[in-house]
């Protein structure tokens, strides 16, 4: 509990990173607002480990989610060994971090099954 409190602020910082991450062709602000109206629309929900999955199928919504997964999971080494802890560890204080910040109407995932917040 005292590694979550400690990286509290630097989980939330890269959450905030990562929903503006620039997706192939697109500027920072088209990204972000792709992803936020893709959570709108249920296409892409939050994982339990701090990660995106696609929910309703398409090749766009594939590519924006494995984009910024691949980030998160680079981040997400560099907090893991620069604080002497678990990738697995990491990678559930960034999904407590992303539900708790998830906006109303965005699909998170909670034991397993996918609830609209």
Do not use: C
Not at 25 to 47: D, F
Not at 50 to 71: M, S
Not at 81 to 91: G, I, M, R
Request: proline letters at 1%.
């Amino acid at each position: 509990m005292k590694a979550y409190k400690l990286l509290q602020p630097l989980i939330f910082t890269i959450f905030l990173m990562f929903t503006s991450l620039n997706v192939q062709a697109m500027t920072l602000t088209e990204a972000k607002e792709q992803l936020a109206t893709y959570k709108v629309q249920g296409k892409v929900g939050e994982k339990v480990n701090g990660f995106l999955t696609v929910i309703q199928d398409r090749k766009a919504t594939r590519n924006l989610v494995k984009l910024i997964n691949q980030e998160r999971l680079k981040h997400y080494q560099k907090i893991a060994l620069h604080n002497q802890l678990t990738l697995q560890e990491v990678e559930d204080l960034a999904g407590k971090k992303v539900a708790e910040k998830a906006k109303k109407g965005h699909y998170i995932q909670q034991n397993g099954q996918w609830v609209k917040k």
